[in-house]
């Protein structure tokens, strides 16, 4: 054993004459054809890393009916087929592979004296077993996009634990019910209320009983709730104009149930009456700008309201009316922004820099 280039280097040989079992045929031979070096890393030692530089024999198999002539020793709890690390180090590394991703062990393991690629890691966590578990109680079913907007499967999920169970490749219904065959036992199945989940769910598990789970009672009511507004939105239009707009509040940072949405697979826009309507009144009010009309004489033409019109006139495009109140209001900052600007186009960057020249 010794420090060699900043690394704990091992230098290990199996013994001469210790007999070992063909992997062929399970016959133990001893006769030895040749010795070869293997290189192992191990798990790191006292800061540093760790090579195992280890002698084993290439050996003769004697038995005449087995196929193999020779074959090359193994070392139980060291050593595997064209494997270079040691058992100890795979599972450091999958473990950590399973807590911070593989791209971030790529980059720690190099601080603790290991070399390995992130394909590498991901490759040691695709080994792993998958968590054992048992039929659930209470079982949650949703679609799950392995590529987003185009390939979904159907992911299964124990309500009580939080603990994904299995994965489905696709958003069949008779997976589903497959799937629900060869688990018995379930007593609640949640879901949305697509109605192919619901039939087939039910044939799979006639005893359970079935509820929405809540995202989806929330994403129902809100689909119901714009619906509900914009069959009464003339009501709506006269109540903005009777009174005058209140101070909104600065808005939140986002939510959860903001990022819940945009996981869903949708148009770069949402659709619907509401904004087919918003769309036209939008470019109604932008081509009489456009015309020279004023804001009032727009306003009286549309039978809008004038705040109303001017919000469509300010907006560049009816998407930009979507992002919310708040984004084309004014700020603090605008009367520095030409020189942000410039100070930008002249390549600083440093925000805090920035900040102290401002
Ligand atoms: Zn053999």
Same mark, same amino acid.
């Given at each position: 054993?010794?420090?060699?280039?900043?690394?704990?280097?091992?230098?290990?040989?199996?013994?001469?004459?210790?007999?070992?079992?063909?992997?062929?045929?399970?016959?133990?031979?001893?006769?030895?054809?040749?010795?070869?070096?293997?290189?192992?890393?191990?798990?790191?030692?006292?800061?540093?890393?760790? +090579?195992?530089?280890?002698?084993?024999?290439?050996?003769?198999?004697?038995?005449?009916?087995?196929?193999?002539?020779?074959?090359?020793?193994?070392?139980?709890?060291?050593?595997?087929?064209?494997?270079?690390?040691?058992?100890?180090?795979?599972?450091?590394?999958?473990?950590?592979?399973?807590?911070?991703?593989?791209?971030? +062990?790529? @980059?720690?393991?190099?601080?603790?004296?290991?070399?390995?690629?992130?394909?590498?890691?991901?490759?040691?966590?695709?080994?792993?077993?998958?968590?054992?578990?048992?039929? &659930?109680?209470?079982?949650?079913?949703?679609?799950?996009?392995?590529?987003?907007?185009?390939?979904?499967?159907?992911?299964? +999920?124990?309500?009580?634990?939080?603990? &994904?169970?299995?994965?489905? &490749?696709?958003?069949?219904?008779?997976?589903?019910?497959?799937?629900?065959?060869?688990? *018995?036992?379930?007593?609640?199945?949640?879901?949305?209320?697509?109605?192919?989940?619901?039939?087939?769910?039910?044939?799979?598990? *006639?005893?359970?009983?079935?509820?929405?789970?809540?995202?989806?009672?929330?994403?129902?009511?809100?689909?119901?709730?714009?619906?509900?507004?914009?069959?009464?939105?003339?009501?709506?239009?006269?109540?903005?104009?009777?009174?005058?707009? *209140?101070?909104?509040?600065? *808005?939140?940072?986002?939510?959860?149930?903001?990022?819940?949405?945009?996981?869903?697979?949708?148009? &770069?826009?949402?659709?619907?009456?509401?904004?087919?309507?918003?769309?036209?009144?939008?470019?109604?009010?932008?081509?009489?700008?456009?015309?020279?009309?004023?804001?009032?004489?727009?306003? @009286?033409?549309?039978?809008?309201?004038?705040?109303?019109?001017?919000?469509?006139?300010?907006?560049?495009?009816?998407?930009?009316?979507?992002?919310?109140?708040?984004?084309?209001?004014?700020?603090?900052?605008?009367?520095?922004?030409?020189?942000?600007?410039?100070?930008?186009?002249?390549?600083?960057?440093?925000?805090?820099?920035?900040?102290?020249?401002?």
């Amino acid at each position: 054993m010794e420090v060699r280039d900043g690394r704990v280097v091992i230098e290990a040989s199996t013994p001469e004459d210790v007999p070992v079992l063909c992997p062929g045929c399970q016959a133990p031979s001893g006769r030895v054809h040749s010795r070869y070096g293997r290189r192992l890393a191990d798990a790191p030692c006292g800061g540093r890393g760790v +090579v195992i530089e280890l002698s084993v024999r290439r050996l003769f198999c004697d038995n005449g009916e087995c196929r193999r002539v020779t074959f090359a020793e193994q070392i139980d709890g060291l050593t595997s087929r064209y494997g270079r690390r040691t058992p100890v180090l795979q599972r450091m590394l999958a473990a950590l592979g399973v807590v911070v991703a593989a791209r971030a +062990v790529a @980059r720690l393991a190099l601080l603790l004296g290991v070399v390995v690629s992130r394909t590498t890691v991901l490759r040691l966590v695709m080994a792993l077993p998958d968590p054992a578990w048992t039929t &659930p109680r209470v079982l949650g079913i949703d679609e799950f996009a392995t590529r987003k907007g185009h390939r979904y499967g159907t992911i299964l +999920v124990d309500c009580e634990s939080h603990q &994904p169970l299995d994965l489905l &490749p696709d958003r069949d219904a008779d997976s589903v019910a497959a799937w629900l065959r060869e688990y *018995p036992g379930i007593e609640i199945i949640c879901r949305d209320r697509a109605q192919v989940f619901a039939d087939r769910a039910r044939t799979g598990a *006639p005893n359970a009983q079935h509820c929405a789970d809540k995202w989806h009672v929330w994403h129902n009511l809100a689909e119901a709730v714009e619906r509900l507004v914009s069959r009464h939105r003339a009501l709506l239009r006269d109540l903005v104009e009777t009174f005058p707009e *209140p101070e909104r509040p600065e *808005p939140e940072p986002a939510q959860v149930e903001t990022v819940k949405a945009t996981e869903e697979p949708s148009e &770069p826009y949402p659709q619907g009456k509401f904004l087919d309507r918003l769309r036209d009144t939008h470019a109604a009010v932008r081509a009489q700008v456009e015309q020279g009309l004023s804001l009032r004489e727009i306003a @009286r033409r549309l039978g809008l309201g004038r705040n109303t019109v001017r919000k469509y006139a300010r907006a560049a495009s009816p998407e930009a009316m979507l992002h919310g109140q708040w984004q084309n209001r004014t700020s603090k900052l605008d009367a520095f922004k030409p020189y942000l600007d410039q100070r930008i186009a002249e390549g600083c960057t440093n925000v805090s820099r920035l900040h102290r020249e401002l």
